[in-house]
Nanobody
Framework: QVQLVESGGGSVQAGDSLRLSCAAS????????MGWFRQAPGKEREFVAA????????DYADSVKGRFTISRDNVKNTVFLQMNSLKPEDTAVYYC????????????WGQGTQVTVSS
């Protein structure tokens, strides 16, 4: 059974940093493209960042480039999202997801963790 468990969310001030974690069980994070998505109230879920299988190249949404960094710890089977210079518009529920590299579907999702940034 696959489980993705996010943690590390919270309430911070603009300009602060947070690090989100996504602990995986039932799959190996280095064999999937692991992504972070977010959904703000009243908005659709949007892509934030991803780290690919194997050597782990990364992709970012333009809105977070230069501020967020996605990384992966293969030993801990965990994916991280380091978020710096947070802005109020980063406020959302953040979800971790695993994309199958054959079907390209994000088949597995975590329950989400709330990030709130106040000005």
């Amino acid at each position: 059974q696959v489980q993705l468990v996010e943690s590390g969310g919270g309430s911070v001030q603009a300009g602060d940093s947070l690090r989100l974690s996504c602990a995986a069980s039932g799959l190996t994070v280095s064999s999937y493209r692991m992504g972070w998505f977010r959904q703000a109230p009243g908005k659709e879920r949007e892509f934030v960042a991803a780290v690919r299988w194997g050597r782990g190249s990364t992709d970012y949404a333009d809105s977070v480039k230069g501020r967020f960094t996605i990384s992966r710890d293969n030993v801990k089977n965990t994916v991280f999202l380091q978020m710096n210079s947070l802005k109020p518009e980063d406020t959302a529920v953040y979800y971790c997801a695993a994309q199958d590299r054959v079907t390209y579907r994000y088949d597995y999702w975590g329950q989400g963790t709330q990030v709130t940034v106040s000005s």
